[in-house]
């Protein structure tokens, strides 16, 4: 199988910046899509960004987009998560998601996830 191997989760203050990475490992296969989720508790897991291999597109949500950078290294097989202006409602648990699914542009059918990293933003 494919495993998903993140860190860079932590402890910050409102206003301040963290990075996550994630490198996929294990069995060969096409990746067409990578990119970030999280769950805050109580809550739904939502999308926070995701981008293509092949043509290097992102796509953020609204309430991301200008904070958070998504990039890719596809050499490695890896994806980084670049966040900024942290705010109290970024606690999350933060997973990363692939898939090798054609079109699956925005990681809405994706077939693998990390296991999550902890992020908490609190003064």
């Known amino acids: 199988q494919v495993y998903l191997m993140e860190s860079g989760g932590g402890l910050v203050q409102p206003g301040g910046s963290l990075r996550l990475s994630c490198a996929a490992s294990?069995?060969?296969?096409?990746?067409?899509?990578m990119g970030w989720f999280r769950q805050a508790p109580g809550k739904e897991r939502e999308l926070v960004a995701a981008?293509?291999?092949?043509?290097?597109?992102?796509y953020y949500p609204d309430s991301m987009k200008g904070r958070f950078t998504i990039s890719r290294d596809a050499a490695k097989n890896s994806v980084t998560l670049q966040m900024s202006s942290l705010k109290p409602e970024d606690t999350a648990v933060y997973y990363c998601?692939?898939?090798?699914?054609?079109?699956?542009?925005?990681?809405?059918?994706?077939?693998?996830w990390g296991q999550g990293t902890q992020v908490i933003v609190s003064s």
């Open positions: 998601r692939c898939t090798d699914i054609s079109g699956d542009y925005d990681l809405s059918r994706g077939n693998y």
């Open positions: 981008i293509t291999w092949r043509g290097d597109s992102t």
């Open positions: 294990g069995r060969t296969f096409t990746i067409h899509a």
